[in-house]
Nanobody, 126 residues
Framework: VQLVESGGGLVQAGGSLRLSCAAS????????MGWFRQAPGKEREFVAA?????????YADSVKGRFTISRDNAKNMAVYLQMNSLKSEDTAVYYC???????????????????WGQGTQVTVSS
């Protein structure tokens, strides 16, 4: 599975950005896609996930109410992350992830499946 992200950039605090991720390759077993982020000197952390076919969504507490994950049902295996009310602490490299493992909490499945995009930088200036 290959993942390609786009949409990062520089934005002022309080602003918005929308990230996109498209999956290709052997995606027929993919059941979850999501986003992680990693700030300098910190571990990679879970941000949001969405499942197939149910469309159920999961969020980290730090982004609930500000970020929205969605999928493109017409374009197979594409996900988006709408980020509103951005804060300086949202500054990080954002990674798209995909999972094909079952029976695991989505964030765990995404980490263990090992499919990652190259990352896109999001910088929020205060």
């Amino acid at each position: 599975v290959q993942l390609v992200e786009s949409g990062g950039g520089l934005v002022q605090a309080g602003g918005s950005l929308r990230l996109s991720c498209a999956a290709s390759g052997r995606t027929f077993n993919t059941n979850t896609m999501g986003w992680f982020r990693q700030a300098p000197g910190k571990e990679r952390e879970f941000v949001a996930a969405i499942t197939w076919p149910s469309g159920r969504k999961y969020y980290a507490d730090s982004v609930k109410g500000r970020f929205t994950i969605s999928r493109d049902n017409a374009k197979n295996m594409a996900v988006y992350l709408q980020m509103n009310s951005l804060k300086s602490e949202d500054t990080a490299v954002y990674y798209c992830a995909a999972a094909d493992r079952t029976g695991l909490w989505p964030s765990v499945a995404l980490r263990q499946s090992g499919y990652w995009g190259q990352g896109t930088q999001v910088t929020v200036s205060s």
